[in-house]
């Protein structure tokens, strides 16, 4: 049973359209992170989240610890934004591992 | 900056042969994991180790075993390749969460790609 899931499966948007991704999970966590993988490359750490906000560039999380949700919201979306975006994240209750949604996939469109 | 290293990027091996993928990270980090990524499903955990010498079966485990002899270096054994085992392999390290300190930040190497025939 997957335990984090993510929303939408697939996006599309025009170029500068306001983005955003979601994540929710069942129970508490210690922490939560969005990831990016672009078209045959590696994976890399976006954001990693406990509370609150955070802000790099045009790219925000925000994370709601109350309703177990995060999202992922990327401003003046462009196409170098292409990429899959995974939500994972780490519950109090399984100390070590990390549970992951099954990603969005996001196209921009010049 | 932390670095994951994955030995191979891409690789072709035939059923039955044994497969080693070696991934070393530079962080001196405790916990490496190694997943596997199909289209699909995602990221599916297959061993993970908290401490040298120490493993943990993920969710699918069958088919492969790991070798962690130095904290630095986790390797992932396919003893007799199969063709489902054909899928991209990712190893990823991350700082063991503490009570006073955040969970730690996961960091991935590039990935293996590998091909069974």
């Known amino acids: 049973k997957n335990e984090v899931e993510q929303s939408p499966q697939n996006l599309t948007a025009q170029e500068g359209e306001f983005i955003t991704i979601n994540c929710s999970y069942s129970?508490?966590?210690?922490?939560l992170h969005w990831l990016q993988q672009h078209p045959g490359g590696g994976i890399v750490s976006l954001f990693m989240?406990?509370?609150g906000k955070k802000k790099h560039g045009r790219l925000i999380a925000t994370i709601n610890i109350q309703e177990k949700h995060s999202s992922l919201h990327i401003t003046a979306s462009h196409p170098r934004d292409s990429a899959v975006y995974i939500c994972?994240?780490?519950?109090?209750?399984?100390?070590?591992?990390?549970?992951f949604g099954t990603g969005t996939s996001l196209t921009v469109i010049p | 900056d932390v670095k994951v290293t994955q030995s191979s990027r891409y690789l072709v091996k035939r059923t039955g042969e044994k497969v080693f993928l070696e991934c070393v990270q530079d962080m001196d980090h405790e916990n490496m994991f190694w997943y596997r990524q199909d289209p699909g499903l995602g990221l599916r955990l297959i061993y993970f180790?908290?401490?040298?010498?120490?493993?943990e079966k993920g969710d699918i485990p069958e088919g492969y075993s790991v070798s962690r002899e130095k904290k630095e270096r986790f390797s992932l054994i396919l003893e007799s390749a199969s063709t489902n085992q054909t899928s991209m392999y990712l190893c990823a390290s991350s700082l063991s969460p503490d009570s006073d300190l955040p969970a730690g930040e996961l960091f991935f190497g590039e990935g293996s790609r590998l091909t069974v025939l």
């Open positions: 989240l406990s509370s």
């Open positions: 994972a994240v780490r519950f109090v209750r399984t100390g070590n591992q990390f549970y």
């Open positions: 180790s908290y401490d040298v010498k120490m493993k």
């Open positions: 129970v508490g966590i210690s922490a």
